[in-house]
């Protein structure tokens, strides 16, 4: 397992860690965020690089990795991820282009996977 799939792997077994302690509070916004990522007026795809986009502005290295990946999942091509980089750095300058090199790991990691 490399540095990408590892941090996603541990981010989701402290979020099951955490189910256990807090069940009701773990179900209750998996539902929210199940609803707010589910196809509707805006694509699931767009949903998730909307969400990349506002990781990277908040320099959320675990989100940035997971709507990496999600946003591939999706259908979203490299130019359009590169694109997401592009207008969170517009709207949050130097920080959000900081994260480049994680995006660029996640893409080649990820992108491998799904060919």
Excluded: W
Excluded at 24 to 48: I, L, P
């Amino acid at each position: 397992m490399n540095h990408y799939e590892q941090a996603i792997h541990d981010y989701k077994e402290s979020v099951g860690a955490f189910q256990q302690m807090s069940p009701d509070f773990t179900r209750a916004y998996n539902e929210f965020t199940g609803a707010s990522f589910a196809e509707g007026a805006v694509s699931q795809k767009d949903k998730q690089l909307i969400a990349l986009g506002i990781s990277l502005a908040s320099q959320d290295e675990y989100c940035i990795l997971y709507h990496t990946m999600e946003a591939l999942h999706k259908g979203a091509s490299k130019q359009e991820i590169y694109e997401t980089l592009q207008v969170a750095t517009a709207l949050r300058g130097g920080s959000a282009f900081s994260q480049l090199s994680l995006v660029q790991g996640a893409l080649s990691e990820f992108s491998n996977r799904m060919q």
